[in-house]
Every structure is written in C-alpha cells, then in structure tokens.
C-alpha cells in the first residue's frame, strides 16, 4: 500500500529535523508506539500497539533511520511482527524550508501480512492515513509550544 | 417444485422413483455425526500456527515459551516429526509433470504461502492451544514473491521452488488433426484471452480430525472430514508402520466435499495422529473459516490464450488453447485440472483440428487441486466464449452457430481424439446434444426473447439472455466395490467404501438395492466411509459415486438376490428360477402362499450345525461385488439463463435460470434436483460473487465470509430443470454422473447473458468471476466512449 502527503510544520527546517530525530518526539508522537529504544546509532527497537478494524495487536520490531542527509531528507525502514501479522514499511521524508515554516513532503510503502492483511486489509488505507495524520498533528503541537 | 415427494407401492422399481432420503430424518433433527460431534474421554485440541509470509525463510523458530504455557501438552515443529518430516505423498503423478513437489506437514527451513503450518500445538483445550500458538517465536527472512501467474511463469521471476530453474512444473500438449493448416485455410480465425480467477469451495462444514491411539491394542481410529477415507488409511498405515487392518479411518457424516477433500494429505491428516500417539490422548482439530480460506485447496486460476477458426457458415474448423494453470505453492494432485479444463473445452461440438497446450505454474499461494468441476467450468468457458465471438463476428443467430456443430446422436461412440484424465481415451459414449439444446431453448423462450428484450430495453431495463452447453465426464475408474448382506432381521445392509458428503448415498444406492431383493429402500441401511467396514475403494470425487460405487451395488445385490433363490430354492423346494423376491418375501411364483421371508432366509443359511448344501457356497445372504469401468461415462446439458444488469450500479439480477440435464437413468430425480440446485448455488457464486483476492504480495484478501462472497437464498433465482435419460452403454444401470453439472456452464452463460444485456454498449465479458464493481466500471468505460 502506498501512501504519500504533504504536511506544514510551524517550525524552521534545522528545528523540524532536529524533532524528527529525536527518540522521545517519536515516541510521544507516534500513535501507539509504546517502546522505542535505540540499541546502536539511528537503530531503534520498537514496540507498536495497533488496531486495524478488528484485529488489535502488538508488533515488535524495529525502526531505522537511514540515508540522512541533514537537515533536509532521510528515509525510515520499519518492521515489526506478532501475533496478528506482520508490517513492513519503508518511508522517505524532504524537508523543505518555507521562511518561518517547513513543508513536509512524505511517501511510503506499507506492507502488512498475516491476519491483518485478510482481515484489516480493506481498512489499512484509511487507518494509515487516520495514523500519519495523528503524527503529524502531535507535531505540530510540540513544534508550536517549543519555538 | 412439480412433482410431489410420493412412496412407490411396493410392487414398482425403485429406481427411478423420487423417494425422500434416508439419511434426512437425522440430519434435519441434529442428530448427525460429524466430525466436531467426536468428543472421547480426555480429548485434547490442537491448533495450527500458520506462516504469515507469502514466501520467506524461517531463520529459526523457538517454541519454548509455547511449550510453557498453561494447558500446553506439546508442542511439534519440523524437527520433532522424525520420519514424518519428508515431503507428503505425491497423489497422482503424470509423465509431464517433471516436478511434483509436496508440501510437509510442518514447513522446515522455508514456508510458500500465507496458511502454511509452522507449528502444531496440542493443549487441553482449543483456547490454550490457540493462545500458545502465539508464544511460538518465528524469526521469518521474507523472500522476494511469486504472486501473480502471468508474472511467476515468466523467465526470472522469484522462484516459488529453489531446485528448479523456473515456476513451470509441467508442460503438456495435446493435439487432435493438423491445427496449423486448419487456421492457415480458414477463412476467419479469432483469438481472445480469458481470465479464470481463483474461488474456494466452503463447505458448511471445514476440515477436521480426530485421532485416538489405543497403545495396547495397538490401533489407531481417525475420523476426518475426507472424501478418501480408504487412501487416508492406507497412507496413515504406510507413514506410521502399522498394518492396515490396525487403521481405521471413518468419515462420518461430511457437511460438503466438492473437491478440496479428496486431497490427501493435509498436514493436520499427519499431524492430529501423530500427536495423538505421540501423547497417547485422543487429539481434535477442527479447521475454523479463516483457515478455511488459506488452509484448504482452492481453485480455477487459469489464463487461456484461444483462438477459433470457422468456416463462412460458422463451422468450427479448428480451436487451439494455450493456458497458464495457477498450482499454488505444491502440486499434490498433480495434473488433473489442466488435464480435465483442456479435454472438457470441447464438448458437444465437432472440432476436426484441436490444439490444447498448458504450463502449470508454481505460486506462492494455496496450492489448487479439483473443485466441483475441476476444470471443466474453464473449458467450458472459453469454448462458448469463441463460439459467441463467432456468432457475432459472423452475424449468425449464436443457437445456430452451436446446433451447426453438434455432434449428431447417431454418431456414438464419439471419438473426440484425446486422452481423459483417467488415461483412457476420451470417447463420449452417448447423449443428444440437438436434443437436450431445443429443449433449453424451449424453457427459456429463446425464440420470443428479441422482442421481450427488446419490450425491455425500451422500458429502460437491460436483459439479457444466454445458453450454454456442455458434457461432462463423469463415472471413472479405477473400481469400487460394494457388500450387500441380508440380517436375520431381514434388513439388508449395504457397505461400500465410496463416502457421501450430501450427495444422497444412503437413499440412491439403498433403492438400487432394493430392486434387487424385492424390499423397500427404508429396509435397506448404508453404510459409507468407514474402512472398518469396506476397506476397498479409492474416493468420493468426478461425479463417479453412482456409476462406478452404484453399479457394485447392484452387482453385489443381484449376487445376493441369486443366492436368496438358490436358498429359497431347497427350502420351498421349486427351482431357483421359479422364485420371486418381493415385499421382503422369497416366493414360488404364482404360489404366494409358498414363501419365507427374507430374514428367516438369512438365518437358515447360517446354521450352527449340521451340513450346508454344496450349491449355497458359504454362509449368509451376502456377496461382495466390484465394478471396473472401462473408461468415463459422459453426461451432457444445457444451462439457459435471463439477466438484468443494472447499468447504474453494476448489479446482476438472475431472473431465470433452466438446466436440461442428461445424466443417463436417474435413480431419484429429487436427488438429483437437489445435486443441480447446489451445483448452480456455485456456479453462479463462482460466475459473479466469489473471487479470492490476493495482493501483490501474494497476501490473501478474502479470509472472512465478509470478503469472499457467497451467494445466498436470496441471490439464487428459481431453476427449471428437465432431465433427459440417454443410457450410457458402459454400465449395467446405463447410469452417468451428476454431482458437478449445475456448475459447470454457469459462468459461461452468465457471461453471454452480460453480454447480451449490455450488447448496446459493445461490452465483452472475458473474464470470470464477475462483481458488481467489475461490471460497473466496464459500463462507465464503455458510456465514457460512447
């Protein structure tokens, strides 16, 4: 499943990038992410509690941060499985100074397997959307409290 | 329905007659054995961890904290299987079919489909086993997937198999006169590509297995939900090194077969009595609906490349057939449906140049073996899909063009030129297919239906209407057997190893029985599927159970029939010709008063002491007879349906639908009634509402009956159904199968009604299944360019 977007961030790009990179705005900000531990640079060992249409569950896996290119791109890679599928994705992030404020440009590719895929798969769009929109709102929120 | 369910006096064949079911008072009032209704002291359940992964390595697997967990008794993965862990029997092989690969009872280093078993956990109830399922660790490194068939055929996709070179495991080519000079002096050749999706067969009732060991008998009772409880057996006894007389499998009442349960063997068929021998406790696992729909076989996905050559007049010079066949993952079954979809294509028609050709394709997907048809619907399919380009390229009346090619009855035994799936030669032993075809047209009023469309179209409604033909083959070999005994009690007992998954057995085979021995078919028990009673036979599939199991039955019981003479014969002291069996009585004929009944005949012909008449040939009432059919026996029918498409929302309204069957002699018509009903149920569900989807990565999309859409009381129309009884001459009851004509031409038809709904919009359906989206975006298309 491929999702993409945009979103504006009321914060300079060097403030956006540096909140993206941080283990705690990612934490507080990323529905259902219960855990995330960085066990070697830009390497996290993350928890996810998700419910796609009936099927909640618990996915442990992990999260990397790759290609970063400072302050502007870098690229996600997340996988995670447990007792109702897997999920696998893979998502890039540009960032896009505009004065005061930066554009988010983001697309991915989300792939889910397992119960999830037969049973949730016709809501996946929806929840995913529903779920990026979450993150991006929480931070908004952070950005416009901390400059 | 017409006719009135109505007792036969006693005086009158049976055969033939429209009797209610034997079996019906137990089924209707809950009081059928099914395999979930085994319930033996301290049972314990199993549940099956399946792999989530279309294709990926199992890196490794922990089941440690599995085996921890409450209620937990054990807990198998690959490495405890021992000698059970090689490949699965390899059921049918074929000399094209140059990898037959099986799938193991639990996958060991690699697993290639989203439902293959990982892991099996045994516990004492259902809930723990399933929870415990979960504390099963599975470290999966996902592989690149071979998901759609086009592409998996291809050079270079990702290979379902790493010891092969690609996803071909077969290659096989069939041809009939010479194809090439027949297109190359035809005057007009058309080619299309058909698109046959994947469906599932559901049953009312899923898979299921019980096991019981009995460690100082050393024996071991199966009960499962199979249409082959005698090669489930025979395989059992060969894996675990026991004789076969110390297996017993039974397949007590079975809630639906249709195809899927006749493969052998599933890992749960291995799995339950391995555990329960391993834990010397009964084990029951009961497949539940989303297992169901990744778990158990499935079918139908083919892409045909066809092409037709006629003549100016519409006669068939030559067809040719190049298609993909979607295996799944394994190919247990082996060739059978390819091999049944290019010798049913066909049918009714004289086809002097015939070329078929497939490639069966490895996918990561659930592996395919027959479905109600098996293969027949997708010949069947393409085969009227060119004849109605034909008529519409040519501007033939599309009933024309099929009465200029029939097969005429005076031309049987008709040679079609190809070898069957039974590897006899396919050679129709009779039928009348012109007049099985008017009658159709009859039903359905085929010649008033321009203006009644027209009368339509003009009030604003799109209806449509088709007909499509086809001939099944049915009744095949190898053998089956039967044994027919008389009790002292005077019923008679009829066992065969040929098991009944609704189709009727207890009633069909009781009234043959009963003609024979002069009693009433309630007199007469059935008693099916269980080795422990008749430990011959091979299954319950290709529309067979009545001609091949029937006629042993009738055999058996004219061998009984002939010794209740030969006993009445010494004890009422006339000759045994002179003795007629009727009501339950042995009699001098035309000397009622000189008679005994059957019973206390039985019971004089077992005596305790003295001396037996050299001429009775051992005890009893009893003999065991089996018939071998020299080849398949072909049915043949016509199935007309009317449509209304509406063009606004897609939706498909079956307003009619008739079906002129010729099986040969019917032995109950209401059977054979109910047969067709369910039959045309699925057909048309596999026409317009089942499609199992899977994406891209091979992850199946249709696991819930929310998704995969079954057809309903309410969707199905009202059928009119006429019977038409052309003997076969291959068999002393000049009977012929059943069990799969209601699907076969369902989605043929349904595609030229659509067609001929939508005919003002050009729209040509080439595909199937068809959903109300599908044909909703073919009509906007279509309105767009108009």
Redo the contacts between chains.
Sequence with gaps: MKLEGTNTLPAPIETVWKTINDPEALRRCTPGLDELKEFEPDRYEATLRIGIAAVKGTYKGTLAITDKQAPSHCKLVLQG?G?S??V?GEGVIDLEPQGDVTLVKWAGDL?????I???G??MLMGVGKMLIGQFFKCLEQQLGQGV | MRHRNTYVPMSTRYFGARITRNEDPALLTGRGLFVDDVRLPAMAHAAVLRSPHAHARIRRIDARRAQAAPGVLAVFVHADLGPLGEPLPKLIPHPSLTYHKTQYALAPDKVRYVGEPVAFVVAESRYAAEDACDQVEVDYEPLPVAAMLEAAAAPGAPRVHDDMDSNVCAHYIQRVGNVEEAFARAPHRFRERFVIDRGASCPMETRGVVAAWDSRSRRLDVWDSTQAPIPIRNGLAEMFGLAEEDVRVIAPDVGGGFGPKVMMFYPEEVLVPLAAMRLGRPVKWIEDRREHLVATNQEREQIHDAEIAVDSDGRILGVRTVFLYDAGAYIPYGLIVPIVASTTLPGPYHIPNYHCEFRAVFTNKTMVSPYRGAGRPHGVFVMERLLDRVARELGLDRAEVRRRNFIQPDEFPYDVGLIYQDNAPLRYDSGNYPGCFDRALELIGYRDWPARQRAARDSGRWLGCGVACYVEGTGIGPYEGARVTVEPSGRVFVATGVGTQGQGHMTSFAQIAADALGVSPREVTVRTGDTGVFGWGTGTFASRAATVAGNAVALAAQAVADKSRTVAASLLEAPPDEIELAGGNAFVRGVPGRSMTLGALARTANPLRFTMPKEWEGPGLEAVRYFTPPQGTFSNGVHACVVEVDIETGQLTVERYAVVHDCGRVINPMILEGQIHGGVAQGLGGAFWEKLAYDDQAQPLSTTLMDYLLPTAAEMPPIEIEHMETPSPLNPLGVKGAGEAGVIPAAAVIAQAVDDALAPLGIQIAQTPLNPNLLWRLITEARRRS
């Design positions: 499985s007792n599928g897997f696998r792939q889910v397997g397992g119960l895929a037969g049973v798969q016709r």
